[in-house]
């Protein structure tokens, strides 16, 4: 019990594209998701927290307008990376209260 | 806000021995403490986590001990294995309710030769 299903597992865009990553929680709701952002053999950093119905929590240094997140339903959460620069070139990966179940990724290369 | 503190950054040991991986952490509120596994390029795997009115928790080779006053905890894999071989991330939490937002330790790169 407790999975997250998140989509794609990689993706390669061109600079200035925006990607959207998705994450489903299959077999419970998930009022809350967690987003975190990890570079190369680093930590997992909090980027926001996605409220089912409200705005996203973002945290210190994240820049709202250019990680957007959408939490429309009990069970979906979306984080868009829009005017994607190859800096942004990290492992993407969601995270649900329910257990701390994480998703399995997302690999964004920016080119 | 919570701020954690891991070491080693990477630890070298051979079959069968044991391995020692601690974190302290800087907010007294936090009341919840979990320990990952990730292998290279998958998803963090939770191994074993403690709450904060438990000072010691053992399931089968791994234990994990709190110490509350020092703020400190501490991941314990005994016989270790090859298959033991990640890194490892301790996290804490507060969970009061509302939504409990994970904050990690730096991570722990364990390798086990055999």
């Known amino acids: 019990g407790a999975v997250v299903s998140q989509h794609p597992s990689w993706v390669i865009c061109k600079s200035g594209t925006s990607v959207k990553i998705e994450c489903r929680s299959l077999?419970?709701?998930?009022?809350?998701m967690f987003w975190y952002r990890q570079f190369p053999k680093q930590s997992l950093m909090l980027m926001a927290t996605s409220n089912e119905g409200s705005k996203a929590t973002y945290e210190q240094g994240v820049e709202k307008d250019k990680f957007l997140i959408n939490h429309a339903s009990l069970t979906l959460s979306t984080l868009t990376v829009t005017s994607a620069h190859p800096e942004d070139s990290s492992f993407y990966i969601c995270?649900?209260?329910?257990?701390?179940?994480f998703g399995s990724g997302t690999r964004l290369t920016v080119v | 806000g919570e701020n954690v503190e891991q070491h080693p950054s990477t630890l070298s040991v051979q079959e069968g021995d044991s391995a020692v991986i601690k974190c302290t952490y800087s907010?007294?509120?936090?009341?919840?403490f979990p320990w990952y596994k990730q292998e290279l390029g998958k998803r963090p795997q939770l191994i074993i986590d403690i709450r904060s009115n438990v000072g010691e928790k053992k399931d089968q080779r791994i234990a994990v001990t709190l110490n509350k006053t020092a703020k400190h905890f501490s991941l314990h894999i005994t016989e270790t294995q090859p298959e033991d071989s990640a890194v490892y991330f301790c996290?804490?939490?507060?969970?009061?309710?509302?939504?409990?937002?994970?904050?990690f330790g730096a991570g722990t790169r364990l390798a086990v030769h055999p």
């Open positions: 077999d419970f709701q998930a009022t809350t």
């Open positions: 996290a804490a939490s507060r969970i009061s309710g509302g939504y409990n937002k994970l904050i």
């Open positions: 907010d007294s509120a936090s009341n919840y």
């Open positions: 995270s649900a209260i329910y257990g701390y179940t």
